[in-house]
């Protein structure tokens, strides 16, 4: 693959790839995550599958979300250490893309309640517009499973926006 079709896939992808990332982390990290996961595609270019012509999605999205979850949790994990005795100086002012939107609503506080992998894989689905191969190649999982974790997550949270509706009336 040459670099300057490469270089116009990266482009087409940024906006997939921004998406999750601000959605999953704080505002003053995104570029840095999306900029290193972009480095890293860029690395392994030969090895990530070109788009076939009747895909609708772009294999490069798959892969740079997945890199872009390990590069979050690295920063979580290194934030958590470095700044476990000095939480005064993260900035609380700068929530996440999904924060903002989802804030005091039914959806935001179901969410909140639910696991984190069921969170994640609902909101793969429906706020990144995945399909079900590309989550589970995101999550490392089959299609089957990817399939019947989702249909779990979705019982779940209808449940608790169930019962959180009728905790409001």
């Not at 601000?22 to 900029?35: I, M, W």
């Amino acid at each position: 693959m040459d670099e300057l079709e490469f270089s116009q896939r990266i482009r087409l992808a940024i906006p997939s790839l921004d998406l999750y990332v601000g959605s999953r982390t704080q505002k003053q990290h995104v570029d840095d995550v999306c900029s290193d996961a972009i480095a890293i595609a860029w690395q392994k270019r030969h090895n990530i599958p070109q788009q076939s012509a009747d895909a609708t999605h772009d294999p490069l999205v798959p892969f740079l979300i997945l890199t872009a979850r390990n590069l979050i949790r690295n920063l979580e994990r290194r934030l958590s250490t470095r700044n476990r005795n000095m939480k005064d100086l993260l900035p609380q002012d700068s929530p996440s893309a999904e924060s903002v939107f989802l804030e005091n609503s039914n959806l935001a506080q179901a969410l909140k309640l639910m696991k984190p992998k069921d969170r994640e894989l609902l909101l793969l689905l429906a706020w990144n517009e995945l399909s079900i191969a590309e989550i589970a190649r995101i999550m490392q999982m089959s299609k089957a499973n990817v399939s019947v974790r989702l249909n779990r997550s979705r019982k779940r949270l209808s449940n608790i926006l169930q019962e959180l509706s009728q905790e409001g009336h």
